[in-house]
Nanobody, 116 residues
Framework: VQLQASGGGLVQAGGSLRLSCAASGTIFGVDRMGWFRQAPGKQRELVAWLISDGTTIYADSVKGRFTISGGVAKNTVDLQMSGLKPDDTAVYYC???????????WGQGTQVTVSS
């Protein structure tokens, strides 16, 4: 089973983009799905989590600008990004975590570029 991400692209500062991610099959036991990003020369960092009970967690840098949604049980997760800044430029990866096995699934990454 693989995670397949879509969306991303080039946008001007202040613009919006929507990322989507879905599993190619069914991943059982997923507790949360989320988005991470990695900018050139930097470590991969958490952007947002969507937990199976509906709880959402955001990095401070994106609070109030990004919204995560989807269905953990259906293995889908979206990220609506608004008020984009050049600092948001990165490759974005979706992720699914199965705590019982410790397994993490990663999408292939999608480039988001924000021009100033």
């Amino acid at each position: 089973v693989q995670l397949q991400a879509s969306g991303g692209g080039l946008v001007q500062a202040g613009g919006s983009l929507r990322l989507s991610c879905a599993a190619s099959g069914t991943i059982f036991g997923v507790d949360r799905m989320g988005w991470f990003r990695q900018a050139p020369g930097k470590q991969r960092e958490l952007v947002a989590w969507l937990i199976s009970d509906g709880t959402t967690i955001y990095a401070d840098s994106v609070k109030g600008r990004f919204t995560i949604s989807g269905g953990v049980a259906k293995n889908t997760v979206d990220l609506q990004m608004s008020g984009l800044k050049p600092d948001d430029t990165a490759v974005y990866y979706c992720n699914a975590w199965v705590p019982d096995t410790g397994s993490r699934y990663w999408g292939q990454g999608t480039q988001v570029t924000v021009s100033s």
